[in-house]
Protein backbone atom coordinates (compact mmCIF):
# COMPACT_ATOMS: atom_id res chain seq x y z
CA UNK A 1 0.00 0.00 0.00
CA UNK A 2 1.08 3.66 -0.38
CA UNK A 3 3.32 5.63 2.01
CA UNK A 4 0.47 7.50 4.40
CA UNK A 5 0.81 8.64 7.93
CA UNK A 6 -1.37 10.69 10.11
CA UNK A 7 -0.11 14.15 11.50
CA UNK A 8 0.88 13.95 15.23
CA UNK A 9 0.60 17.26 16.10
CA UNK A 10 -3.38 17.21 16.91
CA UNK A 11 -4.71 16.48 20.20
CA UNK A 12 -6.87 13.34 18.73
CA UNK A 13 -3.50 11.94 17.25
CA UNK A 14 -2.17 11.35 20.79
CA UNK A 15 -0.89 7.85 20.89
CA UNK A 16 -2.16 6.56 24.18
CA UNK A 17 -1.00 2.71 23.63
CA UNK A 18 0.68 0.76 20.62
CA UNK A 19 1.88 -2.84 19.93
CA UNK A 20 4.73 -3.30 17.06
CA UNK A 21 2.69 -2.80 14.34
CA UNK A 22 -0.77 -1.08 15.47
CA UNK A 23 -1.26 2.59 17.53
CA UNK A 24 -4.11 3.33 19.70
CA UNK A 25 -5.54 7.17 19.65
CA UNK A 26 -8.49 8.70 20.67
CA UNK A 27 -11.42 9.30 17.99
CA UNK A 28 -12.20 13.06 16.34
CA UNK A 29 -15.45 13.04 16.93
CA UNK A 30 -15.71 11.30 19.69
CA UNK A 31 -19.28 11.51 20.55
CA UNK A 32 -19.11 9.81 23.72
CA UNK A 33 -16.08 9.90 26.36
CA UNK A 34 -13.69 7.10 25.83
CA UNK A 35 -14.07 6.17 22.49
CA UNK A 36 -10.56 5.03 20.72
CA UNK A 37 -9.50 3.93 17.54
CA UNK A 38 -6.85 1.29 16.70
CA UNK A 39 -4.82 1.92 13.48
CA UNK A 40 -2.02 0.02 11.89
CA UNK A 41 1.58 1.72 11.33
CA UNK A 42 1.90 0.86 7.93
CA UNK A 43 -0.94 2.30 5.59
CA UNK A 44 -4.00 -0.32 4.66
CA UNK A 45 -7.53 1.52 3.62
CA UNK A 46 -9.38 -1.28 5.83
CA UNK A 47 -8.41 -4.17 7.72
CA UNK A 48 -9.78 -6.41 5.45
CA UNK A 49 -6.70 -5.62 3.31
CA UNK A 50 -4.05 -7.30 5.96
CA UNK A 51 -3.34 -10.57 5.01
CA UNK A 52 -0.01 -11.63 7.28
CA UNK A 53 -1.66 -13.64 9.34
CA UNK A 54 1.07 -12.50 12.38
CA UNK A 55 -0.38 -8.78 12.31
CA UNK A 56 -4.40 -10.34 12.68
CA UNK A 57 -3.67 -12.21 15.69
CA UNK A 58 -1.69 -9.10 16.93
CA UNK A 59 -4.76 -6.96 16.42
CA UNK A 60 -7.23 -9.44 18.00
CA UNK A 61 -4.74 -9.65 20.48
CA UNK A 62 -4.89 -5.76 21.31
CA UNK A 63 -8.27 -5.44 20.58
CA UNK A 64 -8.81 -7.64 23.60
CA UNK A 65 -6.90 -5.26 25.56
CA UNK A 66 -8.47 -2.54 24.91
CA UNK A 67 -11.36 -3.66 25.27
CA UNK A 68 -10.73 -5.16 28.27
CA UNK A 69 -9.31 -1.51 29.44
CA UNK A 70 -12.46 0.53 27.93
CA UNK A 71 -15.16 -2.08 30.26
CA UNK A 72 -13.34 -1.56 33.13
CA UNK A 73 -12.85 2.55 32.76
CA UNK A 74 -16.02 3.16 30.52
CA UNK A 75 -18.17 0.55 31.11
CA UNK A 76 -19.65 -1.82 28.01
CA UNK A 77 -18.23 -0.98 24.51
CA UNK A 78 -18.62 -2.05 20.80
CA UNK A 79 -16.26 -2.15 17.97
CA UNK A 80 -16.81 -1.57 14.50
CA UNK A 81 -14.75 -0.56 11.27
CA UNK A 82 -16.21 1.34 8.06
CA UNK A 83 -14.37 -1.54 5.17
CA UNK A 84 -13.71 0.50 2.12
CA UNK A 85 -11.91 -1.20 -0.43
CA UNK A 86 -10.88 1.50 -2.60
CA UNK A 87 -10.13 5.25 -1.77
CA UNK A 88 -12.53 7.95 -1.79
CA UNK A 89 -15.48 4.75 -0.96
CA UNK A 90 -18.39 6.15 0.74
CA UNK A 91 -18.65 3.76 3.56
CA UNK A 92 -14.83 4.85 4.47
CA UNK A 93 -16.16 8.31 5.87
CA UNK A 94 -13.76 10.22 4.23
CA UNK A 95 -10.23 8.86 5.64
CA UNK A 96 -9.19 6.04 3.18
CA UNK A 97 -6.69 4.76 6.34
CA UNK A 98 -7.66 1.90 7.63
CA UNK A 99 -9.27 1.90 11.38
CA UNK A 100 -11.07 0.66 14.25
CA UNK A 101 -13.89 2.05 16.55
CA UNK A 102 -13.66 0.51 19.83
CA UNK A 103 -17.01 2.30 21.75
CA UNK A 104 -18.01 2.51 25.23
CA UNK A 105 -22.31 2.53 24.78
CA UNK A 106 -24.96 0.12 26.01
CA UNK A 107 -26.91 0.40 22.76
CA UNK A 108 -26.98 -2.10 20.26
CA UNK A 109 -26.15 -0.34 17.01
CA UNK A 110 -27.46 -3.08 14.08
CA UNK A 111 -30.78 -2.26 16.38
CA UNK A 112 -30.38 1.34 16.15
CA UNK A 113 -29.85 1.61 12.14
CA UNK A 114 -32.75 -0.88 12.05
CA UNK A 115 -35.26 0.94 13.97
CA UNK A 116 -34.20 4.52 13.45
CA UNK A 117 -33.13 4.64 10.02
CA UNK A 118 -34.75 2.15 8.60
CA UNK A 119 -32.25 0.66 7.50
CA UNK A 120 -31.92 -3.71 6.76
CA UNK A 121 -28.81 -5.56 5.78
CA UNK A 122 -28.38 -8.85 6.07
CA UNK A 123 -25.72 -9.07 8.67
CA UNK A 124 -23.48 -12.76 8.57
CA UNK A 125 -22.05 -13.90 11.99
CA UNK A 126 -18.12 -14.15 11.64
CA UNK A 127 -15.49 -15.14 14.41
CA UNK A 128 -13.46 -11.67 14.36
CA UNK A 129 -12.12 -8.88 11.64
CA UNK A 130 -10.18 -11.63 9.72
CA UNK A 131 -13.56 -12.79 7.94
CA UNK A 132 -13.84 -9.37 6.31
CA UNK A 133 -11.02 -10.37 3.80
CA UNK A 134 -13.50 -12.09 1.77
CA UNK A 135 -14.73 -9.01 0.99
CA UNK A 136 -11.66 -7.13 -0.66
CA UNK A 137 -11.08 -10.05 -2.31
CA UNK A 138 -14.56 -9.39 -3.95
CA UNK A 139 -13.92 -5.52 -4.34
CA UNK A 140 -16.93 -4.75 -1.87
CA UNK A 141 -17.28 -2.43 0.89
CA UNK A 142 -18.36 -4.16 3.98
CA UNK A 143 -19.52 -2.91 7.81
CA UNK A 144 -17.95 -5.01 11.06
CA UNK A 145 -19.73 -4.61 13.85
CA UNK A 146 -18.80 -6.65 17.87
CA UNK A 147 -21.52 -6.30 20.18
CA UNK A 148 -21.19 -6.36 24.03
CA UNK A 149 -21.49 -10.06 24.13
CA UNK A 150 -18.12 -10.45 21.78
CA UNK A 151 -20.48 -11.52 19.06
CA UNK A 152 -19.44 -10.53 15.50
CA UNK A 153 -21.25 -9.82 12.49
CA UNK A 154 -20.44 -8.55 9.08
CA UNK A 155 -22.73 -7.06 6.20
CA UNK A 156 -21.92 -5.78 2.72
CA UNK A 157 -23.69 -3.18 0.50
CA UNK A 158 -22.95 -1.24 -2.62
CA UNK A 159 -24.89 1.75 -0.75
CA UNK A 160 -23.66 2.24 2.92
CA UNK A 161 -24.03 5.57 3.62
CA UNK A 162 -21.43 7.37 5.33
CA UNK A 163 -20.88 7.54 8.76
CA UNK A 164 -23.76 4.81 9.37
CA UNK A 165 -22.45 3.98 12.95
CA UNK A 166 -22.00 7.28 13.69
CA UNK A 167 -25.34 8.01 13.07
CA UNK A 168 -26.48 5.33 15.32
CA UNK A 169 -24.39 6.22 18.12
CA UNK A 170 -25.46 9.75 18.01
CA UNK A 171 -29.06 8.72 17.16
CA UNK A 172 -29.05 6.66 20.80
CA UNK A 173 -27.97 9.51 23.17
CA UNK A 174 -30.25 12.23 21.34
CA UNK A 175 -28.15 14.08 19.31
CA UNK A 176 -28.88 12.84 15.95
CA UNK A 177 -27.61 15.86 14.06
CA UNK A 178 -23.83 15.65 15.63
CA UNK A 179 -22.59 12.54 14.08
CA UNK A 180 -20.70 14.08 11.46
CA UNK A 181 -16.81 14.39 12.76
CA UNK A 182 -15.82 17.06 10.12
CA UNK A 183 -18.46 19.24 11.90
CA UNK A 184 -18.51 18.71 15.61
CA UNK A 185 -14.92 17.33 16.57
CA UNK A 186 -15.67 16.63 20.32
CA UNK A 187 -12.75 17.61 21.49
CA UNK A 188 -13.52 18.35 24.79
CA UNK A 189 -14.43 14.31 24.57
CA UNK A 190 -11.23 13.78 23.31
CA UNK A 191 -9.04 15.62 26.15
CA UNK A 192 -11.74 13.87 28.61
CA UNK A 193 -10.55 10.43 26.96
CA UNK A 194 -6.92 10.72 26.91
CA UNK A 195 -7.09 11.62 30.62
CA UNK A 196 -9.36 8.48 31.43
CA UNK A 197 -6.44 6.72 30.11
CA UNK A 198 -3.54 8.34 31.27
CA UNK A 199 -2.02 6.18 33.68
CA UNK A 200 -1.88 3.49 30.89
CA UNK A 201 -0.11 6.32 28.26
CA UNK A 202 3.23 4.74 26.82
CA UNK A 203 5.20 7.87 25.25
Known sequence: ???????????????????DNFLVIPSLGAIVEGWL??????????????????????LEELIEKVGDLVQSTHGDYVIFENGAYSQNNLVGCGVDYAHVHVVPTEHNLIHEIESKFNVFYNWTS???????????????????????????????NENIPSQLFRRAIASSIGIDDKYDWKKYPFTDNIVKTINSYKLEIVY
Open 37 to 58: LIIPKEHFISMGYIDNENMLSE
Open 126 to 156: VKNLKDTCKFIRQSKPYLYYRDQSKKSFVTT
Open 1 to 19: MSEKKFHNKEVYNTILFES
